[in-house]
Nanobody
């Protein structure tokens, strides 16, 4: 079992920045590929960003590429999502997820999920 707890969400004006964090516990964190997803009201959960077990490979949704950066610190069992130039359409609940595989996973086929953290961007 892996437990994931997200933090760092909040309300920000358009053009602003937020940094989300996801703290993992329970198993060897460096064995897990990690991802961030988001779900807006009335919409399906969508992929945002993913990072490989040691951080050497990352991938992003086209809608956030160039604005968001995913990173991880295996020594601290954490993964981060730095979000810059935020837009109202980035408003959603953001979830981190974990899967014990190499490479990156850009679909929702993760084994473990956090409870989510709300990000709201005002215009």
């Amino acid at each position: 079992q892996v437990q994931l707890v997200e933090s760092g969400g909040g309300l920000v004006q358009a053009g602003g920045s937020l940094r989300l964090s996801c703290a993992a516990s329970g198993r060897t964190f460096s064995n897990y590929a990690m991802g961030w997803f988001r779900q807006a009201p009335g919409k399906e959960r969508e992929f945002v960003a993913a990072i490989s077990r040691r951080g050497g490979i990352t991938d992003y949704a086209d809608s956030v590429r160039g604005r968001f950066t995913i990173s991880r610190v295996n020594a601290k069992n954490t993964v981060h999502l730095q979000m810059n130039s935020l837009k109202p359409e980035d408003t959603a609940v953001y979830y981190c997820a974990a899967k014990p595989v190499p490479g990156v996973v850009t679909t929702a086929e993760y084994d473990y999920w956090g409870q989510g953290t709300q990000v709201s961007v005002s215009s």
